[in-house]
């Protein structure tokens, strides 16, 4: 159950667009369909932002969007916005019937 | 509205135990799988277990099975989470969660459990 690998920060002025990618394996991220993304404000509660490794929950702007190649997942924040500046995590259910999450990455908004 | 609301954090001495409480309102409890996670501080998220709907199927990260009992009371709407044999490295924000089918859809603000002699 090793952590998914994500890099520690990314960073873009706004307006622009920024990946982020979440690593695993194919115990986890490569053999499921069941792969998040979580915005974390530090002090607040984690936000669902995208599930299914590409489907929005109902209010999240559509400038969020998810995709998966192999062991790779990816979130994108397209015209990217100050109130974006946060921790994301990307979590992963796995083939244990458990759940991995990501290492975070902090996006910051030059 | 959905409402999960944590308690029962604290200080508590290295070896000791605590048992933290998370109460959901505004949807069918007894419906859904329920989970914790955590934060240490200055760390990332962490899945600790998660529990099936009727409470007979749980399932934990390894690093934290035989310490951590995680249950339910749908009755009272509650998920708890027994923790034993405390250490340093257990000092985190402690979150419920509800588990939407494949995530975490809805989360409480969390709970501070400080884990120091």
């Known amino acids: 159950q090793s952590a998914l690998t994500q890099p520690a920060s990314v960073s873009g002025s706004p307006g622009q667009s920024i990946t982020i990618s979440c690593t695993g394996t194919t115990s986890d991220v490569g053999g499921q369909k069941y792969v998040a993304w979580y915005q974390h404000h530090p002090g607040n509660a984690p936000k669902l932002m995208i599930y299914?490794?590409?489907s929005r929950p109902s209010g999240v702007s559509s400038r969020f969007s998810g995709s998966k190649s192999g062991n790779t997942a990816s979130l994108t924040i397209s015209g990217l916005q100050p109130e974006d500046e946060a921790d994301y995590y990307c979590?992963?259910?796995?083939?244990?019937?458990?759940?991995?999450f990501g290492t975070g990455t902090k996006v910051t908004v030059l | 509205e959905v409402q999960l609301v944590e308690s029962g954090g604290g200080l508590v001495q290295p070896g000791g135990s605590l048992r933290l409480s998370c109460v959901g309102s505004?949807?069918?409890?007894?419906?859904?799988?329920m989970t914790w996670v955590r934060q240490a501080p200055g760390k990332g998220l962490q899945w600790v277990a998660n529990i099936h709907p009727h409470g007979d199927e749980f399932y934990y990260v390894d690093s934290l099975k035989g310490r951590f009992t995680i249950s339910r009371d749908n009755a009272k709407n509650s998920l708890y989470l027994q923790m034993n044999s405390l250490r340093a490295d257990d000092t985190a924000v402690y979150y419920c969660?509800?588990?939407?089918?494949?995530?975490?859809?809805?989360w409480g603000q969390g709970s501070v459990l400080t884990v120091s002699s």
């Open positions: 969660a509800r588990i939407g089918l494949t995530s975490f859809d809805y």
């Open positions: 979590s992963s259910y796995t083939n244990s019937r458990t759940y991995v």
């Open positions: 299914d490794v590409s």
């Open positions: 505004g949807f069918t409890f007894s419906n859904y799988w």
